[in-house]
């Protein structure tokens, strides 16, 4: 994978992985809140696009560049994901899930009718253009699309080590039991509400610098496609098929889904629009029948059957003599 | 050890205890035991932060504890179990264990801790299996290890004999009795099985309808007339 560009030069095939990339590394951000502590959130794609138009508004605006604008663009949805939290983390379940979609979709319209705040120029539905500077790596632009190739690469293996290191922490058990029962992590000493912040705060600011790497890879920047609930449910889906109790497990469902839907959108996406929704949601039907925990937990299904196999051949086995 | 005072709880208009006083001394075995819907898990609840109270307040070891988070009455030194059991499904035995210690101690000895009480309960051989894999009385017994591993000072027990069969109710006595004596430990337990409660407790609070209406020894409690209206109604032959 490393070494594929030196053996496939066709840019579409590249920027199709970069893209595939881009979605592995938002649905393992939303993964440590998601997955590692349970909380489903329906809002991920808000920060991203704080992520986005941060860093490219300090950009345009003060001549900063993205690759240090993606931290101020982190923090602000550090702050944002406080404001969301606080208030969302006291419902449970799918109250939480849902006030989280609100939310999502108060930001959304909000950004979509606002041309400006204070000295940035928002412009609404409009969006923005990352303004071009041609091969300039200083400023997170490049001419090819081989550099970016390496960049989300090492975005992923970055989050991957984050999370691995949260997974396998104290604290990722705490989150772990917290997934599995509240309120009995409660009982048992753990602050379940710290815990679940900490988690989501990770997340956003992990978010946002995918945010910057959208801005820089496709150039622009437009609530409609980076603040859409859509693309908020489609990083959940990916984890979700994947499975979320494994750090592979959004690699795994973005890996099956996104080149599927990237294909089917360039082929068909004129005459048959929204068709790959359709499918992605015909495979995550199939995931929740056949593969509760996700695809990813297909070696495990696989030697639990091999284990009841054996059991049952020694027991008949057992009978017989 | 533990005084509550005026502990009232409603939900909405349902008053589900009302006026609840109780002492409890360092050392005891207390029973508390009722009717159904008397009132016993909400007042366990409330009294370890799972639920907030309307009235009243609860002293534990000199500190108001009153409407103090349940992570917080944990690390103050009262840990429970639940009437319908909650191990972490997902974690393993030792995993389940080590999350209550860690909450309370941090990582230091934490595995040799771990190991001490799931052995200490019989389940050191299962200490790298699913909780999901459990039976039962596993599972009531890895709640007791994850309480025991804290070192709390006060235990509460919400009908930890439950479902168990004839066998497994003899061990789960043996080990709450081993537990109470290698910790020093204060015990409150629901329990609707009346020889263990009566055998176990050195004191008996009876509730019904959200209030304390008797206080006194297994022999007591089971002579009192409120007691046996309370359970049998009142047009009970319960002489004998």
């Not at chain 1, 992520?51 to 663009?73: D, E, K, R």
């Not at chain 1, 959940?236 to 750090?247: C, E, K, N, P, W």
Request: proline content about 4%; hydrophobic content about 50%.
């Amino acid at each position: 994978m490393v070494l594929l560009p030196l053996f496939d030069s066709d840019p579409y095939h590249i920027h199709l992985i970069i893209s595939v990339g881009l979605m592995i590394y938002l649905a393992m951000t939303w993964n440590i809140v998601g997955g590692l502590a349970g909380q489903v959130s329906f809002g991920h794609a808000t920060f991203v696009g704080m992520g986005a138009y941060a860093s490219t508004l300090l950009f345009i605006n003060y001549g900063l560049t993205p690759w240090l604008g993606m931290i101020a663009g982190g923090l602000l949805a550090v702050v944002v994901s406080l404001m969301v939290g606080l208030p969302c983390f006291r419902l449970r379940g799918a109250f939480f899930s849902l006030s989280t979609l609100a939310l999502a979709e108060v930001v959304r319209i909000v950004v979509v009718n606002t041309e400006r705040i204070g000295p940035f120029e928002v412009r609404g539905a409009a969006g923005i253009l990352v303004p071009l500077k041609g091969d300039a790596p200083g400023l997170f632009q490049f001419n090819g699309k081989v550099p970016y190739y390496y960049i989300i690469w090492m975005m992923i293996g970055a989050v991957y080590y984050i999370s691995y290191r949260i997974k396998t922490s104290r604290y990722g058990l705490f989150l772990s039991a917290i997934a599995d029962d509240e309120e009995a992590a409660r009982a048992n000493g753990v602050n379940v509400l710290k815990a679940k912040m900490l988690a989501l705060m990770v997340s956003a600011f992990l978010a946002a610098i995918g945010g910057t790497f959208y801005a820089q890879f496709y150039r622009s920047v437009d609530p409609v496609n980076v603040l859409a609930v859509g693309f908020s449910m489609e990083i959940v889906l990916m984890a979700v098929v994947g499975g979320t109790r494994f750090l592979h497990g959004p690699i795994i469902g973005t890996l099956i889904l996104a080149p599927f839907g990237e294909v089917v959108r360039a082929s068909l996406g004129g005459s048959f629009f929204g068709l790959h929704k359709i499918i992605y949601g015909m495979v995550l039907v199939a995931v929740i029948l056949f593969f509760p925990n996700g695809i990813a937990s297909l070696p495990d299904l696989i030697r639990g059957r091999v284990k009841e196999k054996q059991n049952l051949h020694a027991a008949g086995v057992g009978a017989e003599e | 050890m533990l005084k509550v005072r005026g502990i009232t709880k409603r939900f909405g208009g349902l008053r589900v205890l009302e006026g609840i006083d109780m002492d409890v001394s360092a050392g005891e075995f207390v029973g508390l035991i009722g009717p159904n819907g008397a009132g016993k898990t909400t007042l366990f609840n409330v009294l370890t932060g799972m639920l907030p109270l309307n009235s009243g307040d609860v002293t534990f070891l000199g500190r108001n504890i009153t409407n103090w988070p349940g992570n917080r009455v944990f690390l103050a030194g009262i840990a429970r179990t639940f009437q319908v059991v909650r191990p972490f499904y997902s974690l393993s035995c030792r995993d389940n264990v080590l999350v209550a210690y860690k909450a309370k101690f941090g990582n230091a000895g934490a595995d040799e801790a771990a190991m001490e009480a799931l052995e200490f309960l019989g389940l050191g051989k299962k200490a790298d299996k699913p909780a999901s894999e459990l039976n039962l009385a596993e599972k009531r017994k890895l709640e007791l290890a994850r309480a025991m591993v804290a070192k709390p000072k006060l235990l509460m027990l919400d009908e930890v004999m439950a479902g168990l069969n004839a066998s497994e109710l003899d061990d789960m006595i043996d080990h709450i009795r081993r537990l109470k004596q290698s910790l020093a430990l204060t015990v409150i337990a629901v329990e609707h099985i009346m020889h263990v409660i009566m055998s176990l407790s050195d004191r008996i609070l009876v509730l019904n309808q959200g209030k304390l209406i008797a206080d006194g020894t297994p022999k007591q409690i089971a002579a009192n007339e409120e007691v046996i209206r309370a359970y049998l109604g009142e047009d009970s032959n319960a002489a004998s």
